[in-house]
């Protein structure tokens, strides 16, 4: 058998969670070697890519033509996943699935992405990504605060993003609202309800990612002593995805905290049998500041290097 014939057979005994991760993964090493052909072929034609920074949000013409130049220089940029989780869609097909992946940069050290692939044919393209690099916790406060202050002499303007448009949309959206009015009022029993069972919480430390059991464990005795947490939505984008179910919805939403300045929580939303839409994923990050970002990401490198 060739090697063509081996690659093709191997392909087709994978299951649709490992032809996902294989997608992500020729994507990042096509944008390391500046390929950018193979790179653009990796990308759903209705792509919404969302970068570190607020401002950042970028259909597929346009993060083509932002990395033109830099592919044209044979620059490209290295993100190699050191850990991730794909779930599949809970729809027949098997053409959609969501992931959070852990990557290592040599330019920034560790980020994170979370989005949606969807699947043409036999081949998974990337629909939706967010990027971002975590801030560990012993770093957290001095970091947002110099964001903050940052952000308040050279405010950053929020890209543009998608209105809920469809009814599935707008009940995913009242979802998300009520999540961020329970945890605001620290009501435990409220907050998790609106999670599925088997959801994934996503903290801003890259060490901080819970299932929905774990992460109830760590936070209700903070909601028991009345202390919960304020995200106000400022901006938010919404994506039903292409499924005949109509029961999957992406968000990427910024938010404001009176703690710690701009955040942003991207993730899964999906319909259950009983109508209800409920939470799957939720990753919580502090976006940073383009002008601000080298300077941090070192510093992050250097105290995770002791």
């Known amino acids: 058998m060739s090697l063509i014939a081996l690659t093709l057979?191997?392909?087709?005994?994978?299951?649709?969670?490992?032809?996902?991760?294989?997608?992500?993964?020729?994507?990042?090493?096509?944008?390391?070697?500046?390929?950018?052909?193979?790179?653009?072929?990796?990308?759903?034609?209705?792509?919404?890519?969302?970068?570190?920074?607020?401002?950042?949000?970028?259909d597929r013409d346009a993060f083509l033509a932002f990395a033109a130049p830099i592919f044209a220089r044979g620059e490209g940029w290295t993100y190699s996943a050191r850990e991730r989780h794909v779930t599949l869609a809970p729809d027949p097909c098997a053409c959609v699935a969501w992931f959070d992946e852990v990557l290592d940069s040599a330019t920034y050290?560790?980020?994170?992405?979370?989005?949606?692939?969807?699947?043409?044919?036999?081949?998974?393209?990337?629909?939706?990504?967010?990027?971002?690099?975590?801030?560990?916790?012993?770093?957290?406060?001095?970091?947002?605060?110099?964001i903050k202050a940052f952000e308040a002499a050279t405010p950053?303007?929020?890209?543009?993003?998608?209105?809920?448009?469809?009814?599935?949309?707008?009940a995913a959206a009242a979802t998300l609202d009520?999540?961020?009015?329970?945890?605001?009022?620290?009501?435990g029993a409220t907050y998790f309800n609106l999670f599925t069972p088997d959801a994934t919480y996503i903290g801003t430390d890259v060490t901080e990612h819970w299932s929905i059991a774990g992460f109830r464990a760590y936070a209700e005795p903070y909601f028991a002593r009345g202390r919960?947490?304020?995200?106000?939505?400022?901006?938010?984008?919404?994506?039903l995805a292409p499924l005949d179910c109509r029961c999957v919805v992406w968000f990427d939403e910024a938010l404001d905290s009176e703690s710690y300045g701009t955040s942003r929580g991207t993730g899964v939303l999906v319909r259950g049998d009983d109508g209800t839409w409920r939470i799957s994923l939720y990753a919580l990050t502090f976006p940073i500041p383009n002008a601000l970002a080298r300077d941090m990401t070192a510093r992050i490198r250097a105290a995770a290097a002791g």
């Open 9 to 58: 057979a191997l392909a087709l005994q994978a299951t649709p969670e490992q032809q996902a991760a294989d997608a992500l993964d020729r994507m990042h090493a096509a944008a390391a070697r500046a390929d950018s052909a193979a790179w653009a072929d990796r990308l759903a034609p209705n792509l919404v890519w969302v970068g570190n920074e607020t401002s950042e949000r970028w």
């Open 109 to 146: 050290g560790t980020a994170r992405g979370e989005g949606m692939l969807v699947r043409h044919g036999g081949d998974w393209r990337v629909l939706r990504y967010a990027l971002s690099y975590p801030i560990p916790n012993d770093l957290a406060n001095g970091m947002t605060a110099e």
């Open 156 to 170: 950053v303007a929020d890209a543009p993003g998608e209105a809920a448009d469809t009814p599935e949309e707008t």
């Open 178 to 187: 009520a999540l961020h009015s329970a945890a605001s009022a620290a009501d």
């Open 228 to 239: 919960g947490w304020t995200y106000t939505p400022r901006s938010r984008s919404l994506t």
